[in-house]
Structure formats: C-alpha cells, structure tokens
C-alpha cells in the first residue's frame, strides 16, 4: 500500500511502488486528465504539480510522490491548487486565446503554466519560453500559449 495526497485528499493506493504515479492517477484514481503522451517525460501530456513544481507523472513513480502534495488538472479547476486564483486566471486567458485545438496536450500546458505563475508572476519570454519547453503541442499553438501565459500574468498581477 501507497499512501498519496492528490487534489487535497489522502488515499491509500494498492499499487507497485515503482509504478508510474501517471497509470495511478489514470487507471487507480480515475482523474483521465491527465494525459498519456511518451512515457519518457519529454512530451508533458502528464504533467502534474508535486509541492506546487511542474513534474512528469509517467518518469516518476509513486513511491516518489508519497508524503507530497499532487494536483491534477481536475485539482486545478476545483481550485484544489497552491494558488487557485492563478490556476483560474490561466483558463480564463486559454480560452480568451482560443489555445486549445484539439485539446490533448492542454492539461499538461496549463499545468506547466500555472506552476510558472506560481513561482514568476511576470515572466520574461526567456522565463516562458524555459518552462514551457518540454510541453509539446503538435498543434502549434505556442504563439497563443505565449499570449494567454502573458495574460494570465497580468490578470494575477
């Protein structure tokens, strides 16, 4: 047995603790939004906040998240975040934006973004650009994502 927090909630988890916190957060919790993309952390379809830090759910395995705080995209729009107004602020200039196209990679990039923010409250287009990296969109909405991250930094500020 694994014990984990996620979106605020304590639970005991009956899994491998080398198993990917992703397949405990998908398969095990049912919080589907999360997204599976590589399996190698290089995508970040997965990404997840460990202690408020954007991390890679399917490189990591649970033993790892144990005693830490996980929050998923559900998490987020439950306001279940380190700072939820950000969170907020974050959908709110995704869909001004209009970021999402088909939508597969956007709980990984507002993930990314929201930790960001919550660590940089004026990011530079070097700050954006470097905690972005690694969240891949093969629609090619970065110009949009960029925008959006913009706004959301000055809503918050």
């Given at each position: 047995m694994v014990s984990i927090t996620i979106n605020g909630e304590?639970?005991?988890?009956?899994?491998?603790?080398?198993?990917?916190?992703?397949w405990v957060i998908r398969d095990e919790l049912k919080f589907t939004g999360t997204k599976f993309g590589c399996g190698k952390g290089l995508c970040g379809a997965c990404t997840v906040h460990l202690n408020g830090q954007a991390i890679r759910s399917c490189s990591v395995p649970v033993a790892a998240a144990?005693?830490?705080?996980?929050?998923?995209?559900e998490g987020l729009a439950a306001g279940k975040s380190k700072n939820p107004y950000i969170g907020q602020a974050v959908r709110d200039a995704w869909a001004e934006f209009n970021v999402p196209q088909c939508g597969?990679?956007?709980?990984?990039?507002?993930?990314?973004?929201?930790?960001?923010?919550?660590n940089n409250s004026t990011p530079s287009d070097a700050d954006i650009d470097n905690a972005m990296s690694g969240n891949i969109c093969r629609c090619g909405t970065y110009p949009r994502i960029r925008s959006a991250i913009k706004k959301a930094a000055e809503v918050q500020s």
């Open positions: 304590t639970t005991e988890i009956n899994a491998d603790p080398v198993t990917p916190l992703l144990t005693n830490q705080e996980i929050t998923t995209i597969y990679c956007q709980p990984g990039q507002i993930m990314s973004a929201t930790a960001l923010l919550t």
